[in-house]
C-alpha cells in the first residue's frame, strides 16, 4: 500500500489569516490522484481539492489551493482567509489511477482562532 | 438529498455478539469501500468492492466481513466483536469512470461492551 504521511497533527491559525497544511507520500507510479478532505467534529468527510498527478498546474477551489511537487512527492493545502467553519481534521489523501483504493494520512487538526 | 447513508449513526454491541454495519449509496456508484477509524487515526481501508468483486486489504482480520447484494447496498458484518474493534466505521462510494474523488457516509460509530 502507498503511504501518505501528514506529519503535522494540529495546527492553528488566526482567523483571516493564511495556513498551511502539509502533505507527503511515497509511491512508484507516475499517475495517480491526491486529495485534501475535511472531517468536521461528528461529521461526514467531505472533498476540499483533488490534484491529477498528470496535470503541471495546481489545483485551486476558491480560497483553498495545492502546492503539488511530483518530483518531490509532496502535495500542501493552503487556506487563505482561514474563517471558523474552516476548524477540522484535514486529511491527505492517495490514490492510483490504476486501482481503486484510496489510502489516508493520519490527519491535521486545525484550530481556527477567532 | 443524502447520497451515501450509513445506518445505524451508533451501535453498542456486546462483545463477542455479531453485528452489522449497513451502508446504502443513491449515485450509482460502482465502487463501495468500508473504513475503520479509530480516534486521531487515519482511516483505514478494510476492503471495498469493484461491482461485485470482493477485494479484501491483507491485514484486514478474518472477522471482518462485507457483503453486497446490490449495487446500492454494502454490509460490514462483524463476526465477534472485541473491545479493539471500537471504532468510527465509513463507507465510501466512487465511480471508477469519473476521475478519483470518494463519496463518505456519516459513519457509523461503534462501541463494544
Known amino acids: 500500500a502507498q503511504t501518505v504521511t501528514q506529519s503535522q497533527p494540529e495546527m492553528s491559525v488566526q482567523e483571516a489569516e493564511t495556513v498551511t497544511l502539509s502533505c507527503t507520500y511515497d509511491?512508484?507510479?507516475?499517475?495517480?490522484?491526491l486529495f485534501w478532505y475535511k472531517q468536521p467534529p461528528s461529521r461526514q468527510m467531505i472533498l476540499v481539492i483533488r490534484?491529477?498527478?498528470?496535470?503541471?498546474q495546481n489545483a485551486t477551489e476558491n480560497r483553498f489551493s495545492v502546492n503539488f511537487q511530483k518530483a518531490a512527492k509532496s502535495f500542501s493545502l493552503k487556506i487563505s482567509d482561514s474563517q471558523l467553519g474552516d476548524a477540522a481534521m484535514y486529511f491527505c489523501a492517495y490514490r492510483s489511477a490504476k486501482g481503486n483504493q484510496f489510502y489516508f494520512g493520519t490527519g491535521t487538526s486545525l484550530t481556527v482562532i477567532p | 438529498d443524502a447520497m451515501v447513508i450509513q445506518n445505524p449513526r451508533y451501535q453498542v454491541t456486546q462483545f463477542g455478539k455479531p453485528v452489522t454495519l449497513s451502508c446504502s449509496q443513491t449515485l450509482n456508484h460502482n465502487v463501495m469501500y468500508w473504513y475503520q477509524q479509530k480516534s486521531s487515526q487515519a482511516p483505514k481501508l478494510l476492503f471495498h468492492y469493484y461491482d461485485k468483486d470482493f477485494n479484501n486489504e491483507a491485514d484486514t482480520p478474518d472477522n471482518f466481513q462485507s457483503r453486497r447484494p446490490n449495487t446500492s447496498f454494502c454490509f460490514l458484518d462483524i463476526r465477534s466483536p472485541g473491545l479493539g474493534d471500537a471504532a468510527m466505521y465509513l463507507c465510501?462510494?466512487?465511480?471508477?469512470?469519473?476521475?478519483?474523488?470518494?463519496?463518505f457516509g456519516q459513519g457509523t460509530r461503534l462501541t463494544v461492551v
Open positions: 509511491t512508484s507510479e507516475s499517475d495517480y490522484y
Open positions: 465510501a462510494t466512487s465511480n471508477l469512470f469519473l476521475p478519483g474523488r470518494a463519496f
Open positions: 490534484q491529477e498527478a498528470y496535470k503541471q
